[in-house]
């Protein structure tokens, strides 16, 4: 039998410098690594232009064009580019900035590639940089130059920023609806388990009886007021930076009542230095789907404990449970627990975008590419901990004989009768 220290061996206590020696001179070699110089991108003429090319005599190198491009996670934001794109050609044809039948082009042109997005025929190109450049470079091939004024009036700052806001606007919908379905799952779970005492806890120590309807009820509580958070977030959110340009609008004479009304927004935002600057609209969606996921950990936790042995107050179904690898007679509440340790991301996401623009001087700065990982990452996983939460509301069992045999530990009914003690010495005085 080989002794602990001997296991780790020659990296042992009582190793010395010639047995250290000796193992390091029979280690691997480690490869050499091959430094390669970064080559130069191919000459201009053999490279696409970019849409802000014009006094560039040479390319970026194929270095600074992966490090740059934002397309291999932007392009979650199409529709809405599409969406901004056709109501901002409506407006430049209302305001005769392009023709009627330009617009009828471009419009086509686009519905054109969305279908072709939808079906995954369309190629995404990382020379392109984003997912503007790569609908407006798409859109030229096919229509050629009407598709060349549709810019007109417009920068990459306020088009991205009005991508943004409508999809997070959706984003906020969809998970208002996945917070609704679980308070639904809470509420059938309380009435399927109705008149349920079970222990309440203070410290972690049995404290009073309540009803298990009153202690499920208080995350239907929690969960309505992140509602209201994010119902309150959307309201502040829906106002369109269209128009804003880089910065300091267009001398054009385009109608930003019209592209606001036309996308569901309240109202184009008054100043357009804020427009494109400020991200304070995700800063608070983060926000809030960290205090849902604050919640749904604490439930998480709660939910663990008590499918414990030590607590063996619920049976996860197999449905919702795993295994082990090695120890035949596990059931694990695995889902609860990644809820649990998912909330960790959600809250890193928030502090991601709070430390990304902290010290940001105004009005745009291409920090802000990094803005939206962060919230596409806090939006699945938030969904993801709502619907698993949701399904393991719907595949438990409360173990009634268990919690009754718990009940009478601790002096749950001390408070109790301390109370009634009480009044009844005021009833014999009065």
Known sequence: MHSSTALFSPFSLSSTPQTLSRAFSHAPKPKQLRMEPLRAAPSQSNKEAKLWGGR????????????????????LLSKYDI???????????????????????IVKGLEDIERRIASGEFQWRTDREDVH????????????????????????NDQV???FRLWCRDAIDGII??????QLSMVTLALKNEGLIVPGYTHLQRAQPVLLQHLLLAYVEQIDRDIGRLVDCRARMNFCPLGAC???????????????ETLGFTAPLRNSIDAVSDRDFVMEF???????????????????????EEFGFITPSDSVSTGSSIMPQKKNPDPMELVRGKSARVIG??????????GLPHAYNRDLQEDKEPVFDSVKTILGMLEVSAEFALNITFNQDRIQKALPAGHLDATTLADYLVNKVKTCYS
């Open 286 to 308: 983060l926000s809030a789907n960290a205090i849902t996921a604050v919640h749904l950990s604490r439930l998480g936790e709660e939910w663990v404990l008590w499918a414990s």
């Open 83 to 105: 969406m901004g794109s056709k109501a901002h050609a409506q407006m430049l044809a209302h305001q005769r900035l392009i023709s009627v039948k330009e617009k009828d082009e």
């Open 161 to 163: 920023l009005t991508d």
């Open 349 to 358: 996401d928030l502090v991601t975008l709070l430390t990304l623009c902290k």
């Open 56 to 75: 560039f005599e040479e390319s970026v190198t194929e270095a600074v064009e992966s490090f740059t491009e934002s397309i291999s996670f932007d392009k």
């Open 177 to 182: 609806g996945s917070m609704k379905r679980l």
């Open 246 to 260: 880089a910065l300091a609008g267009t001398g054009l004479p385009i109608d930003r009542f019209m592209t606001s």
């Open 133 to 156: 450049m790569n609908i407006e470079a798409a859109l030229i091939d096919m229509i050629g130059e009407p598709a060349k004024k549709l810019h007109t009036a417009r920068s990459r």
